[in-house]
């Protein structure tokens, strides 16, 4: 199983990206999509989960101008960034919580993408 990041950039603050990660690797079921990031200096931090079941969290940081969503059937996790600040400059990092007939459900990350946000 593999997951493939991509829609980092540069961007101005107060802009938007948008962020994709496809899962590939056979019959897959994704249990559990999230998206994570690290500034520089910092520690690894969550941004956005969801579940299959519907459950999902941001932090707070985020609340109201990001949003997770996802395409099972594509296997594709997003994130929407909007009104973004320099605070969100950081290498993105999607995670899934995969199962396959061969692993079982296993934690699988890309392999990150930037995002600059300056002027």
């Known amino acids: 199983v593999q997951l493939q990041a991509s829609g980092g950039g540069l961007v101005q603050p107060g802009g938007s990206l948008r962020l994709s990660c496809e899962a590939s690797?056979?019959?897959?079921?994704?249990?559990?999509m999230g998206w994570y990031r690290q500034a520089p200096g910092k520690q690894r931090e969550l941004v956005a989960r969801?579940?299959?079941?519907?459950?999902?969290n941001y932090s707070d940081s985020v609340k109201g101008r990001f949003t997770i969503s996802g395409d099972y059937d594509k296997k594709t996790m997003y994130l929407q960034m909007n009104k973004l600040t320099s605070e969100d400059t950081a290498v993105y990092y999607c995670?899934?919580?995969?199962?396959?007939?061969?692993?079982?459900?296993?934690?699988?990350w890309g392999q990150g993408t930037l995002v600059t946000v300056s002027s």
């Open positions: 995670m899934g919580n995969i199962w396959a007939a061969s692993t079982g459900s296993v934690d699988y």
């Open positions: 690797g056979g019959f897959i079921v994704i249990n559990i």
């Open positions: 969801y579940t299959r079941g519907g459950n999902m």
